[in-house]
């Protein structure tokens, strides 16, 4: 069973950065991130295969938001600039989908793991 550990949310002025890292304690060929404010549906974030590297990013972030990972390491990290508001959020590591397709990012229930999150609050 996978275990993910997120880090590095935090509080930021509107228009800030912040970067976010989810270490796992195995292999997984699919990682992600999703989140979700208070009131609000889980919402995927940002995906990638980790072998090939191919990142899928929603709309909402495409642009502003950038995936890189340490495969060595396990450690997949979520860059994120122009923070608004609206990014505000518990955000949440997770792998493993049946396949690591666009799919999986509207499909919060497809995902085999899930970490305890990290919240990240912006400020206007």
């Known amino acids: 069973q996978a275990g993910l550990l997120e880090s590095g949310g935090g509080s930021v002025q509107s228009g800030g950065s912040l970067n976010l890292t989810c270490v796992r304690s195995?292999?997984?060929?699919?990682v992600g991130w999703f989140r979700q404010a208070p009131g609000k549906e889980r919402e995927g974030v940002a995906m990638i295969d980790t072998d090939y590297e191919r990142a899928i990013y929603s709309d909402s972030v495409r642009g502003r938001f950038t995936l890189s990972q340490d495969p060595a390491k396990k450690t997949l990290y979520l860059h994120m600039n122009s923070l608004t508001p609206e990014d505000t959020a518990m955000y949440y590591c997770?792998?493993?989908?049946?396949?690591?397709?666009?799919?999986?990012?509207?499909?919060?229930?497809?995902?085999?793991?899930w970490g305890q999150g990290t919240q990240v609050t912006v400020s206007a």
């Open positions: 997770v792998s493993d989908p049946p396949t690591c397709g666009a799919y999986a990012l509207t499909s919060p229930g497809k995902w085999s793991y």
């Open positions: 195995t292999y997984s060929f699919c």
